[in-house]
């Protein structure tokens, strides 16, 4: 299993970046994958999540600005973020799991870092 991320990186509030998560070694398309941050001295913070069926959940303090998607025909997972905040800023990583709204998983990538700051 294999999962990688890229699209990260430094941007001014109010800014805009697409993460994208390249999987492999796995049935993606049957997967429910989610998005996780960890931002420098906290704990993992789960931020979105889409079913295999393409349903989508997010936490609160990013619904409406983040976007998640998911393309099955290149195993491909991503995470439009807009309007982003300073509080956004955290190492971001896909990973497969099991529930809906938590931070846990069985894989997870190494992660893009996102740094929003003026």
């Known amino acids: 299993v294999q999962l990688v991320e890229s699209g990260g990186g430094m941007v001014q509030p109010g800014g805009s970046l697409r993460l994208s998560c390249a999987a492999s070694?796995?049935?993606?398309?049957?997967?429910?994958m989610k998005w996780v941050r960890q931002a420098p001295g906290k704990g993992p913070e789960w931020v979105s999540t889409i079913r295999p069926g393409g349903d989508t959940y997010y936490r609160t303090s990013v619904k409406g600005r983040f976007t998640i998607s998911r393309d099955n025909t290149k195993n491909t997972l991503y995470l439009q973020l807009n309007s982003l905040k300073p509080e956004d800023t955290a190492l971001y990583y896909c990973?497969?799991?099991?529930?809906?709204?938590?931070?846990?998983?069985?894989?997870r990538g190494q992660g893009t870092q996102v740094t929003v700051s003026s």
């Open positions: 990973a497969r799991g099991t529930f809906l709204t938590t931070s846990e998983y069985d894989y």
């Open positions: 070694g796995f049935t993606f398309s049957s997967s429910l």
